[in-house]
């Protein structure tokens, strides 16, 4: 047997060594860089070693064939760990504990100021108090909440290609 599994992690190593006796490499050296053939009685032993050569490669991928598949389970496992990662760090986001009445005030900071009036208000559904009510449910109903949010809305009936605001009322 040429691998083993080592008993504490299950990995293979190598229970024997490839080694060639510095004969057979001179030999080997010497028919691979010229165009001579072997000799008859060198053949039986150039055989073998071309055997044992094949052997210990075929071990050698199905070791690395063996490691390539631990590899992409440990791959997966590491993405679906960095996936609860991930959610872990949603899940602990400061924002989340940030009380209403704060979120309200930050909200509200939102609004254009008195002397924007119409120019920004509510132009674009893209932007305050609407974006705002599409973050999550808790931000919807905080955003709903604010009256002064919803006081000044812009519809520009006029232009055909400014987004609808309705459809999205109806999704609130």
Same mark, same amino acid.
């Given at each position: 047997? =040429?691998?083993?599994?080592? @008993?504490?992690?299950?990995?293979?190593?190598?229970?024997?060594?490839?080694?060639? %006796?510095?004969?057979?490499?001179?030999?080997?050296?010497?028919?691979?860089?010229?165009?001579?053939? #072997?000799?008859? !009685?060198?053949? /039986?032993? +150039?055989?073998?070693? !071309?055997?044992? %050569?094949?052997?210990?490669?075929?071990? =050698?991928?199905?070791?690395?064939?063996?490691?390539?598949?631990?590899?992409?389970?440990?791959?997966?496992?590491?993405?679906? +760990?960095? /996936?609860?990662?991930?959610?872990?760090?949603?899940?602990?986001?400061?924002?989340?504990?940030?009380?209403?009445?704060?979120?309200?005030?930050?909200?509200?900071?939102?609004? #254009?100021? #008195?002397?924007?009036?119409? /120019?920004?208000?509510?132009?674009? %559904?893209?932007?305050?108090?609407?974006?705002?009510?599409?973050?999550?449910?808790?931000?919807?109903?905080?955003?709903?909440?604010?009256?002064? =949010?919803? @006081?000044?809305?812009?519809?520009?009936?006029?232009?055909? %290609?400014?987004?609808? #605001?309705?459809?999205?009322?109806?999704?609130?």
């Amino acid at each position: 047997m =040429l691998f083993s599994r080592c @008993s504490e992690c299950g990995s293979l190593k190598s229970s024997e060594s490839f080694d060639q %006796t510095p004969t057979s490499l001179q030999l080997h050296q010497k028919l691979a860089e010229t165009n001579e053939p #072997p000799e008859d !009685a060198e053949l /039986a032993g +150039l055989r073998a070693r !071309a055997s044992t %050569t094949s052997t210990f490669l075929s071990a =050698l991928e199905e070791g690395i064939a063996e490691l390539e598949d631990r590899l992409k389970q440990l791959h997966s496992e590491r993405a679906a +760990l960095k /996936a609860l990662q991930e959610e872990y760090s949603t899940i602990l986001s400061p924002i989340r504990r940030v009380p209403p009445e704060i979120l309200a005030e930050i909200f509200s900071w939102t609004l #254009p100021r #008195p002397d924007e009036g119409f /120019a920004l208000a509510g132009k674009k %559904t893209r932007h305050s108090p609407w974006i705002l009510g599409h973050i999550c449910s808790r931000w919807r109903a905080i955003a709903l909440s604010i009256h002064s =949010l919803w @006081s000044l809305i812009h519809v520009d009936a006029d232009n055909p %290609t400014s987004m609808d #605001p309705l459809p999205m009322l109806q999704t609130q």
